[in-house]
């Protein structure tokens, strides 16, 4: 099969002397075959670790936690906190009230809660939620001299060598004292910083009068400092209903020019992977995938030390080699994830007076997903590779192949332009348009622009007079002239490989041929298609010849050029190269022009051939002379 396999693989193919053509043609279409049960496995694998009620569940509790007003105030929500104010408000109402439900809708009491709150009476709350913050020292930044008479303190933004780790405050718990990071827990990326584990932290109450005791506590003794940068919120959920866990953090950021961000992160993952029946079948889906990955291992490993260094001139073999890497990834981190489950979920669960950390274990689940979704995109892309038999499929890969070298020059020149213009935004509108505030949001402002998705009010109001400017080139040079060059290289390229099929200069597209013969056959012994006999085919005409062009999937334009062709190559033999001397003068048609220069285009590129391969002689037969 690595032989045969030769033959898709974006080159000439590549003989053996014991292997015929139909074989080779066979050989590949079991590979394809097997490529597709490998590829309908791994769809069933990815797409049963996703279950739409992760988006439910994400919906319900993002609605609770974020959407909930303040009472008295219907504007004020976690999405809109601006101030430390509004933050303790947050606290004190719509968290509380989030986090305690005692007693059903008519006030009677509900279920047995056994020690344990239910959030919407479905969703258990493991442990008890934690709150942290991470702060800076003072001093961590420089005054200017004219101003150390108004000012004495600094707090610069937060780093790790910024990070203040003293008491402050009561001195007596917890909140008040600094507490190490955990190893094995990941930073967290906010909009302003990278924050570590570790902080000012404390858990809440199982009882709702205790946590807004503790509330109005620290609130009142100034927990929150002009020093303090961020706030975390983390509680984690379970649904038995639905066999899936929800991680909630719900972020606060007190950046160094004041006021507040937030930001919240919803992760519903399913960690206990094997409880139904069909849980056990994708069970069996990981197993098969686990074979065919070492078997598609191996085969790789048996092309890589027969072809040597001629395997990495394909880019398909490329292709092929990044698969299997990300497929192993996704095997380490499957394993990796059901191995935490196993050793840390029993400990996470024994004591729910404390908080349990399920974000370490949602973090690396969700990597695990982004890395199958990208896994089964690039699978699918090698489709590519097995059908490029196809006609439209191989003018496509043609059509990319002759012109990447124009695209490559063509990239330069477009993305000196494009960063030159992302550069002047952001220097001209960062400072009061969202869209520029950083340069690479505006770059990818300006790719909004070119579909159409733009805020020039703002840009006009940054700058009266560069902001249209800017506008009004960017549109003409990028949107007008550049991406307009872009389209015509690949048409261009295009019509010249619609031409050289044209003229019969096509790939022999004959694995599309067995498929069909193939599909006869089976035809012909159920006795649903009548048998054609080898004479028939042997005495058919042209116009059986069209015909037949036409079942094998020819359009009508290339069998009626087809047909010129041949009249106009019998005329131009009769005319050019007969012995009587022709005395009538018959002119040359503006499509037989055509026809005639694509002619002599593929005689030039033949008579070159030829040549590179009379000169190679020659320089042996000199060698030899010497």
Not at 504 to 523: A, T
Not at 607 to 612: E, F, G, T, W
Request: glycine residues 4%.
């Amino acid at each position: 099969m690595a032989e045969a396999s030769r033959w898709h693989r974006g080159g000439t193919p590549q003989h053996k002397p014991h292997y015929g053509r139909e074989v080779e043609i066979r050989t590949t279409l079991q590979e394809l075959l097997l490529y597709l049960i490998f590829l309908v496995n791994l769809c069933i694998l990815s797409f049963g670790m996703v279950n739409p009620h992760m988006y439910y569940l994400n919906k319900v509790m993002s609605s609770l936690f974020l959407d909930t007003s303040v009472g008295g105030d219907e504007r004020t929500n976690f999405k809109s906190i601006r101030s430390i104010t509004d933050f303790w408000k947050f606290m004190e109402g719509p968290l509380l009230e989030g986090l305690y439900w005692d007693s059903w809708y008519n006030s009677e009491k509900l279920y047995d809660l056994k020690n344990s709150s239910r959030i919407y009476y479905e969703n258990i709350l493991l442990g008890v939620p934690r709150v942290r913050q991470l702060k800076v020292r003072n001093n961590t930044c420089k005054v200017y001299s004219s101003f150390q008479s108004l000012m004495s303190e600094c707090y610069d933004r937060y780093t790790s060598g910024n990070e203040d780790l003293s008491e402050f405050g009561l001195k007596q718990d917890t909140e008040w004292t600094y507490s190490a990071p955990r190893t094995n827990s990941p930073w967290h990326w906010g909009f302003v910083g990278v924050y570590q584990n570790g902080g000012y932290m404390f858990t809440l109450s199982k009882l709702k009068s205790e946590t807004k005791t503790k509330f109005i506590n620290l609130r009142l003794n100034s927990w929150i400092t002009r020093g303090t940068r961020v706030i975390f919120i983390d509680f984690s959920l379970y649904n038995a209903n639905v066999n899936l866990f929800c991680i909630i953090r719900l972020v606060a950021e007190f950046p160094a020019t004041g006021g507040i961000l937030t930001s919240w992160q919803f992760y519903s993952v399913k960690l206990l992977r094997y409880v139904s029946y069909y849980d056990y079948f994708i069970a069996s889906c990981e197993i098969t995938f686990c074979i065919f990955l070492i078997v598609f291992t191996t085969q790789e490993i048996k092309n890589i030390n027969e072809f040597k260094y001629a395997y990495f001139k394909s880019i398909w073999n490329w292709l092929e080699l990044l698969l299997l890497a990300l497929c192993f990834v996704a095997v380490f981190l499957n394993s990796y994830c059901i191995i935490q489950v196993f050793l840390l979920l029993g400990k996470l669960l024994k004591n729910t007076e404390e908080y349990s950390d399920f974000y370490f274990l949602a973090y690396w689940h969700i990597y695990y997903n982004n890395i199958i979704a990208i896994t089964i995109f690039f699978a699918w892309i090698k489709i590519f590779k097995f059908i490029s038999f196809n006609k439209t499929m191989s003018q496509l890969s043609s059509t990319l192949s002759r012109c990447i070298k124009d695209i490559v020059g063509f990239a330069i020149m477009f993305f000196i332009i494009f960063f030159a213009y992302a550069q002047l935004g952001f220097l001209v509108f960062g400072s009061q348009v969202d869209d520029f505030s950083t340069f690479h949001n505006s770059i990818f402002a300006q790719f909004r622009i070119v579909l159409g998705d733009f805020n020039f009010a703002g840009i006009q109001q940054a700058n009266r007079i560069l902001g249209p400017i800017y506008f009004i080139t960017f549109i003409f040079f990028v949107f007008f002239v550049l991406l307009n060059m872009f389209l015509a290289i690949i048409n261009d390229t295009y019509s010249e490989v619609k031409a050289d099929y044209s003229i019969g200069r096509r790939p022999d597209f004959e694995l599309g041929k067995m498929i069909k013969e193939s599909y006869h056959n089976v035809l012909e012994k159920l006795n649903l298609r009548k048998p054609q006999k080898d004479e028939d085919k042997k005495n058919m005409k042209s116009g059986d010849l069209a015909e037949q062009a036409r079942r094998e999937g020819f359009d009508e334009n290339e069998i009626q050029s087809a047909e010129r062709m041949k009249k106009w190559k019998a005329r131009l033999e009769k005319k050019y190269y007969s012995t009587e001397i022709q005395d009538d003068y018959q002119p040359v048609t503006q499509q037989e022009f055509r026809e005639l220069f694509l002619y002599a285009v593929e005689l030039e590129k033949e008579l070159h051939y030829v040549s590179l391969k009379l000169n190679r002689v020659m320089r042996k037969v000199s060698a030899l002379q010497y």
